[in-house]
Nanobody, 123 residues
């Protein structure tokens, strides 16, 4: 069992930056692929970024490439999402997810989910 707790969301202006954190419980964090997803009002949850167990491999949705960076610190059981050059379309609830195994997955086929953190980008 893995419990995930996101933090770092908030209100930011267009062009600003935020860093989201996701703290995981459990001793096997380093064996999980980690992902970030987001869901805007009235829309389906969508993939944002994923990172493999070691942090050596990452993948991103096209709409965040060059703006967002996913990273992890296995010693701290934490995964991060650095978000730069934010725009209004990035407004959503952001979710952290964990998946057993070493394959990067861009669908919602993850085993554990956090409760989400709200990111609002205002103009």
């Amino acid at each position: 069992q893995v419990q995930l707790v996101e933090s770092g969301g908030g209100l930011v202006q267009v062009g600003g930056s935020l860093r989201l954190s996701c703290a995981a419980s459990g001793r096997t964090f380093s064996s999980y692929t980690m992902g970030w997803f987001r869901q805007a009002p009235g829309k389906e949850r969508e993939f944002v970024a994923a990172i493999n167990w070691s942090g050596g491999s990452t993948t991103y949705a096209d709409f965040v490439k060059g703006r967002f960076t996913i990273s992890r610190d296995n010693a701290r059981n934490t995964v991060y999402l650095q978000m730069n050059s934010l725009n209004a379309e990035d407004t959503a609830v952001y979710y952290c997810a964990a998946r057993a195994g070493r394959t990067l997955v861009t669908t919602t086929w993850y085993d554990y989910w956090g409760q989400g953190t709200q990111v609002t980008v205002s103009s």
